[in-house]
């Protein structure tokens, strides 16, 4: 069974149709790279998939867990949105760090809040059912998670110290640190300057390797080509071309695929 479905999404602003029926799944440990020019609705997916957006018809399902069926979303509590949240991390282009906290303390603020939560409600966290062995665990997870993006020495300092790659590796271990069961990047290095990129796409690289599920919306075409394990091409709001990288990227069937690597192809190199 596969770890993602989304089926048939439609989601529509006003009378402009963004997505047109949508539907892929991802296994577990996969890697999805959608690459698409702007205004293809690459954002709106992914905003969607992370219930950062209520699609208007459709089906997201984590597991044998149905997240969304289509049903007024007016109607769900929203304990039940940000339950549904958590399966999801999500990375921003604008790593949007809390400004006013450490390094340290982005990444234990929202599993300490979750696991206050969980505890008040009767259940466990991360299998611990006291608040205070629950945080030692969380605390332990950060450590590690700072020492996975390379990052154990800036720990104590203000997100306004750090280069944009370093903020960056902080928002994919702050995302980590929730355990998602599927990672979302939307253009994650695509607001660094381009000596930056590289320390952002090893880590994300690094993460394939430790078996994370991930969607990495992405312009940068070699990446998603040496990473990925499937590739969606997608334009004006439907998917046009999907497969593996080999595939999509090597040797692109649909003649907007076509032009849109060969832009690609003219300026890199
Ligand atoms: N909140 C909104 N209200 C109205 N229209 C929107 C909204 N969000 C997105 N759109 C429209 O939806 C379309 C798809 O936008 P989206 O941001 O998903 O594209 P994208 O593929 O991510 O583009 P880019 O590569 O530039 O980031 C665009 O026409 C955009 O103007
Ligand atoms: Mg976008």
Not at 46 to 71: H, K, W
Not at 171 to 187: G, Q, S, T
Request: glycine fraction near 6%.
């Amino acid at each position: 069974m596969a770890l993602l479905e989304v089926k048939n999404i439609k989601k529509h602003f006003g009378k402009t149709e963004v997505l047109k029926d949508i539907s892929f799944s991802l296994d577990k440990g996969e890697v999805l790279a959608i690459i698409g020019s702007s205004g293809s609705g690459k954002t709106t997916l992914l905003r969607c998939i992370n219930f950062l957006e209520t699609p208007q018809a459709g089906v997201i399902a984590v597991g044998d867990e149905v997240l969304f069926d289509g049903s007024d979303p007016a109607k769900k509590k929203d304990k039940e949105i940000r339950k549904n949240r958590l399966h999801f991390g999500m990375v921003f282009q604008q790593f949007n760090l809390f400004p006013q906290y450490t390094v340290y303390e982005n990444l234990i603020l929202a599993p300490k809040l979750l696991a206050k939560e969980k505890l008040k409600a009767g259940e466990t966290y991360m299998g611990e059912s006291s608040y205070r062995a629950a945080v030692d665990k969380i605390k332990e997870e950060a450590e590690q998670l700072l020492e996975k993006v390379g990052l154990t020495e800036k720990r104590d300092e203000y997100p306004c110290n750090l280069s944009g790659g370093q903020q960056q590796r902080v928002a994919i271990a702050r995302a980590l640190a929730l355990n998602p069961d599927v990672l979302c990047f939307d253009e994650p290095t695509s607001a660094l300057d381009p000596e930056l990129t590289g320390e952002v796409l090893n880590v994300i690289k690094g993460l394939k390797s430790s078996d994370s599920t991930m969607i990495v919306v992405t312009h940068e075409i070699s990446f998603a080509r040496d990473v990925a394990d499937k590739v969606i091409f997608m334009a004006d709001g439907v998917i046009e071309e999907e497969g593996t990288p080999q595939q999509v990227i090597e040797n692109p069937q649909s003649p907007r695929t076509q032009a849109f690597l060969s832009r690609f192809n003219r300026f890199s190199d």
